[in-house]
Nanobody, 125 residues
């Protein structure tokens, strides 16, 4: 079955950086777009970034543009989220997800059908 395992979360000071990884198994990774979402306490799960099947096209939420970079390595079945200039409002549980489609044009949780368990990101001010 499909498994997604995130890693790389932790505690960082505001202005710092973290790199999240998501290792996928049980699917033909290069066939699908991938995404990152986040969920803060008491809030819904929100779109962060997505990348198409090849890695040649990416989209990011306005709140993270210029600070976060999504990437993937199809040879390693892994996607990444490089997070720079972190702010306290970036604190959340971050989830990686497999898109139902190959293009990087999908921002709704309903367009993603497999999810990781989440990794906590805490940003201190």
């Amino acid at each position: 079955q499909v498994q997604l395992v995130e890693s790389g979360g932790g505690l960082v000071q505001a202005g710092g950086s973290l790199r999240l990884s998501c290792a996928a198994s049980g699917l033909t990774f290069s066939n699908f777009a991938m995404g990152w979402f986040r969920q803060a306490p008491g809030k819904g799960r929100e779109f962060v970034a997505t990348i198409n099947w090849s890695g040649g096209s990416t989209k990011a939420a306005d709140s993270v543009k210029g600070r976060f970079t999504i990437s993937r390595d199809n040879g390693k079945n892994t996607e990444y989220l490089q997070m720079n200039s972190l702010k306290p409002e970036d604190a959340a549980v971050y989830f990686c997800a497999v898109c139902r489609y190959s293009a990087s044009a999908y921002y709704s949780v309903y367009d993603y059908n497999y999810w990781g368990q989440g990794t906590q990101v805490t940003v201190s001010s």
